[in-house]
């Protein structure tokens, strides 16, 4: 009968174990050290080899010539654990074996000595499915076992186990497997099984199973039994439902070219080719993630599941766009992502999400544009022919330092320091401070800024938003300081109130001197008093 390359294949000891050194080289020092635990955790994803660490740290313990950290895999012990046959040591399937019935069963088998080995092994898969109850049953038992009992639970979900029953276990949190470990492995397995192939081939293989040994063996027995011994990289592709760098780099190149109709294009080539439009979009999110990863690492690294050459092109496609560009494209894939999970129309979806993509290729920063403005707030006219070229903008024309007596007050045309001022508060819509510096003399010193204004237009000019804006006007931070200009009346900028008449004069003083009323009046410039009238005529 055939077996499965995952199971053919399956290590028997530390030493055919990938990854998990961690795990490993912990284990095989507790073995010879004879500090064999009672208990232990096992949690981590799918396909890492939690139950076959287990397994193999049941052969180390009852080895014939163990406890070992190196089981002879010949003996009458090794092979039986191997195939499941030995009755010592004991796999359970909590998922299906979950209630409290089940555990007092495993409870009562713990008292009794092992059959032939020298311990007695209790493999509890799934664990995290035990009921509360179930767990309670065993609490005792995983506290103080006999001598000859070891128990290893293995999870996938390791916070699902009660801290009562973590608390009395070693704990071995299992990583997954490094993309280039997953490659060479199966490059091995092919060279045993007599399979050509080639690196782009096993490339895709071991992004399948994202970091699961056990996922890409099971992609690898796949591409077997469709491409036979000549394994092609299009065609394993296409057997598992990926997309290829091409595909995807469709979209890239649409962005650059801000081609909208390229994007509606390839929407209708998914949607006529069959494919799944949401895993279409996590593919992208996961290209668009390696993208920026190569933006900022370049190629050759680590941190991206690609071949050499995928990484390279990767490479060559991050230099047409910046690190903000790719941020805006993740984080916008991965919101189409999460809409079109619940969507009832995902083709719609997706159109709409990929031309926002290419919406959001058009944005420039806040401070590239305001650059770009002339000192009018408007675009700035083109250069001379004659004026020499300049890489960067004119330096800010700097004031003489204020004196404490005479200040001397820059004007707007002078020096351009207001308009750009007022440039970035227009582009924030920030009206009631640029209302207030309208209204205000602006005096530039060493470091400082000064704002000479009526006292209504205080409370706008304490503003951190003004504060950021001069930082951006004068290009680095400035202390600012307001003074009240005493000589100028809040009459100057609002609409007169109206006079009184003899009668109501008494009524109308003390009106506005009205703490309330002149707070009032000072939160709201332009505001006026309408009417006064005497509650108690």
């Known amino acids: 009968m055939y077996q499965v390359i995952a199971r053919k294949y399956r290590p028997h000891n530390f030493a055919e174990l990938i990854g998990q050194e961690h795990v490993r080289s912990t284990l095989g020092n507790a073995i010879s050290g004879g500090r064999i635990a009672h208990g232990y955790i ?11 660490v287990a397994r193999i740290l049941a052969r180390c313990l009852n080895c014939e010539k163990g406890p070992t950290a190196e089981p002879c895999n010949e003996c009458v012990s090794c092979q039986e654990i191997g195939t499941g046959a030995c009755v010592d040591v004991i796999e359970i ?3 299906s074996n979950r209630g409290i019935n089940e555990m007092r069963e495993l409870r009562e088998n713990v008292r009794y000595r092992p059959a032939r080995e020298r311990y007695k092994v209790f493999i509890v898969d799934e664990a995290h499915q035990i009921t509360t109850e179930a767990f309670n049953a065993l609490l005792k038992t995983l506290e103080e076992p006999p001598e000859w009992v070891v128990f290893i639970l293995c999870t996938t979900e390791s916070h699902k186990i009660p801290t009562t029953i973590a608390s009395r276990c070693q704990q071995f949190s299992f990583r997954s497997v ?19 192939t080639d690196e782009d081939t096993l490339a895709v293989l071991a992004q399948a199973g994202e970091g699961s040994v056990r996922d890409s063996l099971s992609a690898l027995d796949q591409a077997i039994a469709c491409c036979g011994t000549q394994l092609n990289a299009a065609e394993v592709r296409q057997l598992l439902g990926l997309y290829s760098l091409d595909m995807l780099g469709d979209v890239t190149r649409a962005l650059e070219a801000a081609d909208s109709r390229a994007m509606l294009e390839l929407v209708g080539e998914l949607e006529r080719n069959g494919h799944n439009l949401q895993h279409f979009c996590r593919e992208l999110a996961r290209y668009f993630r390696n993208l920026l990863v190569a933006k900022i690492s370049g190629g050759g690294n680590r941190l991206i599941a690609a071949s050499e050459a995928e990484q390279n092109r990767m490479v060559e496609v991050a230099g047409k766009f910046s690190e903000d560009d790719f941020t805006r494209f993740l984080q916008l894939t991965l919101d189409l992502y999460r809409d079109l999970q619940y969507s009832l129309q995902p083709r719609l979806h997706l159109e709409i999400g990929l031309l926002r993509l290419i919406h959001a290729s058009r944005v420039i920063e806040v401070e590239k544009a305001l650059a770009s403005l002339g000192p009018s707030g408007s675009p700035a006219p083109p250069r001379a022919p004659q004026a020499p070229p300049r890489s960067s903008p004119p330096p800010m024309q700097s004031a003489p330092p204020v004196q404490p007596a005479q200040a001397v007050r820059q004007s707007v045309a002078a020096g351009g320091f207001k308009e750009r001022l007022l440039a970035d508060l227009e582009a924030s819509a920030l009206t009631f401070i640029i209302d207030a510096v309208e209204h205000a003399v602006i005096e530039e010193g060493p470091g400082e800024v000064r704002f000479t204004a009526p006292r209504e237009f205080k409370l706008a000019l304490k503003s951190n938003d003004l504060k950021n804006a001069v930082a951006r006007a004068a290009g680095k931070a400035l202390k600012i300081t307001i003074i009240e200009d005493e000589s100028a009346s809040a009459s100057a900028t609002e609409k007169p109130v109206a006079a009184p008449t003899p009668a109501e004069d008494e009524t109308s003083e003390r009106a506005l001197s009205n703490p309330e009323v002149q707070r009032f009046r000072e939160l709201f410039p332009g505001s006026q008093v309408g009417t006064i009238r005497n509650l108690k005529q």
């Open 42 to 52: 096992f949690s981590g994803q799918r396909g890492t080899g939690k139950t076959t």
């Open 93 to 95: 399937d909590a998922a």
């Open 178 to 196: 490094e993309f280039s470990q997953v490659v060479g492995r199966m490059q091995w397995i092919c060279d045993q099984e007599g399979i050509t």
